[in-house]
């Protein structure tokens, strides 16, 4: 079994959020789960975000959707593949 996860780091969130929706919403299909986190809430809200999701896909796609997220200014994408041996 393998798993793909693509972690976000975003920086500035109130002017690269935006672009980074758009592209998720561009590539919602290969997307299973999707988890989004920002310390702080209403004053203190920050402007760094965590977003993880577990795509589906093809290798090849994934990583073009890497790319496309890495395109945005102040956003850093990694994809990971993880896999259990034996069973």
Do not use: P, Y
């Not at 959020?17 to 809430?41: E, F």
């Amino acid at each position: 079994m393998e798993k793909s996860v693509l972690i976000i780091l975003v920086g500035k969130r109130k002017t690269a959020a935006l672009n980074v929706q758009k592209t998720l919403t561009a590539w919602g299909c290969l997307i299973k789960t999707r988890l989004g986190i920002h310390d702080g809430v209403l004053q203190d809200c920050s402007e760094k975000g965590l977003i993880i999701c577990e795509l589906t896909g093809s290798k090849k796609d994934q990583k073009e959707l890497q790319r496309k997220i890495n395109l945005v200014k102040g956003v850093k994408a990694e994809l990971v593949f993880i896999k259990l041996d034996g069973k």
